[in-house]
């Protein structure tokens, strides 16, 4: 752990280029180290693994028999309960799942390398480079960014109780159902509009840096234009909790008495539906300056470092770099680090891309980020059909969402039984067979090392 002066120059000189001052007062011990392999039991090298993964029961999951996460774990007997947020599958320290009580796949693949693939182990350690979930989304996440590899690696020398690993942290999210999120800046011509129509915005943007983004001309674009975007997003999330509890309630106030002459924006309406989440919350305005984003069932979305988003509803399966780095403004009761956040933010306008998967085989489509870490496999299977998965230089992590069936892999001469939420850790150049065994398709999941880093 990096807490000597020494150690920490380089991320205060990153820090200070930021414009970020940060004393690291917060440096501690990094009570996330994993067991020693000498005291692990040995084990054989299988072809497949069971694990038994861990859910998170954050605030704003799903409760009961309505959250997919709470269902695939067994949790979901139709009660109120916990929230069920979360599923994590992998070996993040946080929360790494298991082969037994004992025994993390964390400190199992690191005393069994060979589980990664020569590759993979090469560039990443004994570790691995992704780290899988299942989401089950109630009310909004918060407005958030991931930051790059040298932003976080000086994040956490300085802050490692709140940035707890020093990796950065592209994820990319498979909708399962409609998915609905908030994600990167909306075109010139859209904040122009929010500035001209909500008045509640640009009195907290200021005059001054509202007439600077009115002013842009569309063939501008570039520097220029995230200069002007910058300093007025910045403006809104630090404005006072008095002006911004003032703001809002002004803005609720105006757009129901409008909601009787008129039907309100889509974006009026996901604005009103966040302040019922979070009162009074600077995350409600900064909805306007975001791009709203939709997901169908089997869609995708990629967020790469540096880039605001928060996901808003609906369930999904979300891959990333194994980090659990988060830099959060908003929409959150969590701590917030709104200096870094608006310092760090690449200010692109771009409307994300919507990515489809591409068909590697029958029943299977592959979708495939621009980060070598992860990509993500979805196994549609008709009753009565089975797929082969050919060996990949890599390690690979399924999950069944949906129906029943058998899984082969390796040398196994018998299949394993395959149900919903059954979890499964397969090792590098492992073959696996898939088979429905029920009336109804089964739906899988699997989350593997990016093949163009393997191929």
Request: charged residues 20%; aromatic residues 8%; neutral net charge.
């Amino acid at each position: 752990m990096a807490s000597s002066t020494a150690s920490l120059a380089p991320a205060a000189a990153l820090l200070e280029r930021l414009g970020l001052r940060v004393t690291p007062t917060d440096a501690a011990d990094d009570h996330h180290q994993a067991v020693p392999p000498t005291t692990m039991p040995s084990l054989p090298l299988p072809g497949l693994l069971p694990l038994r993964c861990a859910v998170q029961h954050y605030e704003w999951g799903r409760r009961g028999a309505d959250s997919l996460v709470a269902r695939l774990a067994g949790e979901g007997d139709g009660g109120e309960g916990r929230p069920c947020a979360e599923l994590w599958m992998g070996t993040h320290p946080a929360a790494p799942s298991s082969l037994a009580p004992d025994v993390s796949l964390r400190d199992w693949v690191a005393r069994n390398p060979a589980a990664l693939g020569r590759d993979v182990t090469a560039r990443w350690g004994g570790d691995l480079p992704f780290l899988f979930k299942v989401l089950s989304v109630a009310k909004a996440l918060s407005i958030q960014a991931h930051p790059d590899r040298d932003l976080a690696a000086a994040l956490h020398a300085l802050r490692p109780v709140t940035y707890r690993d020093a990796n950065h942290k592209p994820e990319m999210a498979v909708a399962v159902t409609e998915f609905h999120a908030l994600c990167g800046f909306a075109a010139t011509q859209e904040l122009k509009e929010v500035l001209r129509t909500v008045p509640e915005v640009q009195e907290l943007v200021g005059k001054e840096e509202s007439r600077k983004l009115l002013g842009v001309k569309e063939q501008d674009g570039g520097i220029g234009v995230r200069s002007y975007l910058k300093s007025a997003f910045t403006k809104l999330m630090t404005a006072s909790d008095e002006a911004v509890s003032k703001a809002i309630a002004n803005l609720k106030t105006r757009l129901n008495s409008e909601s009787k002459a008129r039907s309100l924006t889509k974006k009026e309406q996901l604005v009103l539906s966040l302040e019922k989440q979070y009162p009074g919350d600077v995350g409600v305005l900064a909805a306007f300056f975001l791009n709203f984003v939709k997901l169908n069932p089997g869609e995708a979305l990629y967020v790469s470092a540096n880039e605001p988003h928060a996901y808003l509803s609906g369930e999904c399966i979300e891959c990333m770099a194994t980090s659990d780095n988060v830099i959060r403004a908003g929409l959150t009761p969590k701590y917030r680090d709104v200096q870094t956040l608006c310092s760090m933010l690449t200010y692109n306008q771009a409307f994300p891309e919507i990515l489809q998967g591409m068909p590697v085989q029958p029943y299977v489509t592959r979708y495939t980020p621009s980060t070598d870490e992860f990509e993500v496999d979805r196994y549609l299977l008709p009753p009565g059909k089975s797929v082969t998965m050919s060996p990949v230089p890599g390690p690979s992590i399924f999950i069944v969402m949906t129906g029943e069936g058998e899984i082969q892999a390796g040398f196994m001469t018998d299949s394993a039984k395959a149900k919903e939420g059954d979890v499964f850790f397969v090792p590098a150049h492992t073959k696996v067979k898939l088979y429905t065994s029920s009336p109804r398709s089964m739906q899988l999941y699997r989350a593997g090392v990016n093949s163009s880093f393997l191929s």
